[in-house]
T-cell receptor, first 116, second 110 residues
Framework: GAGVSQSPRYKVAKRGQDVALRCDPISGHVSLFWYQQALGQGPEFLTYFQNEAQLDKSGLPSDRFFAERPEGSVSTLKIQRTQQEDSAVYLC??????????????FGPGTRLTVL | TQLLEQSPQFLSIQEGENLTVYCNSSSVFSSLQWYRQEPGEGPVLLVTVVTGGEVKKLKRLTFQFGDARKDSSLHITAAQPGDTGLYLCAGAGYGQNFVFGPGTRLSVLP
C-alpha cells in the first residue's frame, strides 16, 4: 500500500503482559516517529528514528518502552509489563525528510492498546 | 519544553456557520502545522506555515501564523458536516521535532 500501515489495529492485554506494535512506513521514508495519544488528547512524542538510528527517545515514559528499526524500514514499539496507564492509541508517522520547516509527517491509523 | 494550547476545546455549530480556532504558545516556532484527525484514523496534514504574519488559504479554510510566530488561527467559512473532526496544531523549532497541542474537537451539525 501507499500509506503508513500499523498492526495490530487493536490490542487488548492483561496487566503485566508484554506487547509489540508494528509500523510499516512509506517506502523510502528516512524519518519514523512514534507517538502516544491518550483519549481526548493530542499526540505526544515518544521516539524518532533516522533510518536505523534512534536519534531521540526522550519521550519514552519509562524503561518498559523500547523501540527499534533495525533495517531502517519497519519499526516495532515494545512495551514490557504493561500497566493500565499505558492504554492509549499508539501512532506511527514517517517522513521523507529529516526534521525541519517543511517536514510533512504521514501518519498511520494507529494501534489502540487497552490494558485490563 | 514547548507547550501549545488550543481553544476552544470543544465546538459544536450548525452547518453554514463560520468559526475560528486558536493555537497559542509562549514559545517561538520556526514552523507550525495544522492537522485534522477523524475517529479511528491518524492525523492528516492540512497546512504548514513558516513566516510570521503568513496567511494561507485552502478552499474554505484560512490559516494565519502570528507575527511573533508564537500563535496561529484556523478560520473555517460556511462549515460543512464533513469538516467535523479533531483539529490539531503542532509547532517545531528549527530542526526539531513537532510538539502537538491538545486539539479542538469540532462538530458541525446538518
Amino acid at each position: 500500500g501507499a500509506g503508513v500501515s500499523q498492526s495490530p489495529r487493536y490490542k487488548v492485554a492483561k496487566r503485566g503482559q508484554d506487547v509489540a506494535l508494528r509500523c510499516d512506513p512509506i517506502s523510502g521514508h528516512v524519518s519514523l516517529f512514534w507517538y502516544q495519544q491518550a483519549l481526548g488528547q493530542g499526540p505526544e512524542f515518544l521516539t524518532y528514528f533516522q533510518n536505523e538510528a534512534q536519534l531521540d527517545k526522550s519521550g519514552l515514559p519509562s524503561d518498559r518502552f523500547f523501540a527499534e528499526r533495525p533495517e531502517g524500514s519497519v519499526s516495532t514499539l515494545k512495551i514490557q509489563r504493561t500497566q493500565q496507564e499505558d492504554s492509549a492509541v499508539y501512532l506511527c508517522a514517517s517522513s521523507h525528510t529529516v526534521p525541519g520547516s517543511y517536514n510533512e509527517q504521514f501518519f498511520g491509523p494507529g494501534t489502540r492498546l487497552t490494558v485490563l | 519544553t514547548q507547550l501549545l494550547e488550543q481553544s476552544p476545546q470543544f465546538l459544536s455549530i450548525q452547518e453554514g456557520e463560520n468559526l475560528t480556532v486558536y493555537c497559542n504558545s509562549s514559545s517561538v516556532f520556526s514552523s507550525l502545522q495544522w492537522y485534522r484527525q477523524e475517529p479511528g484514523e491518524g492525523p492528516v496534514l492540512l497546512v504548514t506555515v513558516v513566516t510570521g504574519g503568513e496567511v494561507k488559504k485552502l478552499k474554505r479554510l484560512t490559516f494565519q501564523f502570528g507575527d511573533a510566530r508564537k500563535d496561529s488561527s484556523l478560520h473555517i467559512t460556511a462549515a460543512q458536516p464533513g469538516d467535523t473532526g479533531l483539529y490539531l496544531c503542532a509547532g517545531a523549532g528549527y530542526g526539531q521535532n513537532f510538539v502537538f497541542g491538545p486539539g479542538t474537537r469540532l462538530s458541525v451539525l446538518p
